[in-house]
Nanobody, 116 residues
Framework: QVQLVESGGDLVQPGGSLRLSCAAS????????VGWYRQAMGRQREVVAA???????NYIDSVKGRFTVSRDNAKNTVYLQMNSLKPEDTAVYYC??????????WGQGTLVTVSS
C-alpha cells in the first residue's frame, strides 16, 4: 500500500508563497490520482486540488489561479504550489489517494499558517 508524507508547511505572510510536497513510497505511484486536502480549525476537511494519473488537474474555485498542483513520477512526488496566500488558506494540508480516503487513512499533514 502506498505511503504518503506531506511537507513544506510554514508560517507565511499574506500574499506570500509556499510549495508543499507529497512524497510517496512504492513504484506504482504514477497510476494514482492524488488529491490535496486541507482542514482548518473547527471545519471539515475539504479537497483543494487534484491531479490525475494522466496529469489532468482540478481545483476548487477559491484557489483557482493561485494554486498549482503538479507531479514528478520519477521522484514519486506531487507538489502544491501556493501563491497569493490568504489568511483563509490557513489549515493543515494533506495529500491522499482515493483508496486511502475510502479507508479513512490519512497522514499527519503539514501546517500552513498565513498571518502577518
Amino acid at each position: 500500500q502506498v505511503q504518503l508524507v506531506e511537507s513544506g508547511g510554514d508560517l507565511v505572510q499574506p500574499g506570500g508563497s509556499l510549495r508543499l510536497s507529497c512524497a510517496a513510497s512504492g513504484n506504482t505511484f504514477s497510476i494514482y490520482d492524488v488529491g490535496w486536502y486541507r482542514q482548518a480549525m473547527g471545519r471539515q476537511r475539504e479537497v483543494v486540488a487534484a491531479i490525475g494519473s494522466d496529469g489532468r488537474t482540478n481545483y476548487i474555485d477559491s484557489v483557482k489561479g493561485r494554486f498549482t498542483v503538479s507531479r514528478d513520477n520519477a521522484k514519486n512526488t506531487v507538489y502544491l504550489q501556493m501563491n497569493s496566500l490568504k489568511p483563509e488558506d490557513t489549515a493543515v494540508y494533506y495529500c491522499n489517494v482515493p483508496r486511502r480516503v475510502a479507508a479513512g487513512v490519512w497522514g499527519q499533514g503539514t501546517l500552513v499558517t498565513v498571518s502577518s
